[in-house]
């Protein structure tokens, strides 16, 4: 399994996983030890470097050409796996052992948060816009949300999110979900909310109907 990932063809992955392991080296280096010429290890090299994934420096020597060294730019930490959402919710799960009304106030707490930063955005719109702007927080939360009205008459949205940003969190601890409906609730307070489909009971997305007040009443 590659170390990086693959958003990237195998060579320049490779590339970069070599400089991770490394810190610096010159292209005839990375070459070697990839088993490749040093002209194709420029060659790959050179995108990475146009892309903002590697830097380098030259440093002279007593003689000849200066040497180039590559280094990993800090962007390119973003190819490599990260292990955030284990670690948050395995602290999480210490934390519930050790006082489940801390781990549940936590939540209460990132919900509040949520709530009024969503509700300087919402100010001032109607119905439709507040729905259709707090899809475009949670989009861009990292949700892939997205609102389109129902065909009910009712006046009222559909809000499907496609991706779960606290998946492995959500899967073992039920606040999450609780804190994420009462988020939706407490910004649209003019409006019914109920979860319809859920990506930790098997759906493919978490999808919320949204109708107004007065249509359900």
């Known amino acids: 399994m590659d170390q990086v990932t693959t ?38 090299l050179g995108p990475l470097a146009e892309s903002g994934l ?24 973003a190819h490599f796996p990260k292990a955030y959402e284990e670690l948050t919710s395995e602290l999480l799960s210490f934390v519930g052992a050790e006082d489940p009304g801390l ?7 990132r919900r509040a948060a949520r709530v009024a930063n969503a509700r300087t955005r919402l100010e001032g719109l109607d119905f439709g816009g507040r729905v259709r702007e ?24 559909r809000i499907s999110e496609h991706n779960c940003a606290i998946l492995a969190v959500a899967r073992r601890h039920a606040h999450a979900c609780t804190s994420e409906l009462g988020f939706l609730q407490e910004v649209l307070p003019d409006a019914h909310v109920r979860r ?3 990506i930790v009971s098997g759906s493919t997305a978490c999808v919320y109907e949204v109708r107004p007040l007065r249509a359900v009443g």
């Open 54 to 77: 590697v830097e380098h420096r030259d440093e002279r020597g007593r003689r000849g050409r200066p040497r180039r060294l590559y280094r990993l730019a800090p962007a390119a930490d």
């Open 103 to 109: 781990l549940e106030r936590a939540f209460e707490h």
């Open 134 to 157: 707090l899809a475009a927080i949670l989009d861009e939360a990292g949700y892939l949300a997205e609102a389109e009205p129902l065909d009910d008459g009712s006046g009222g949205y």
């Open 196 to 198: 319809v489909a859920h």
């Open 7 to 44: 958003e990237l063809p195998p060579a320049r992955r490779a590339l970069l996983e070599a400089l991770r392991r490394c810190g610096e080296a010159r292209a005839d280096q990375l070459a070697d030890g990839l088993g490749i010429t040093a002209s194709a290890a420029r060659q790959h």
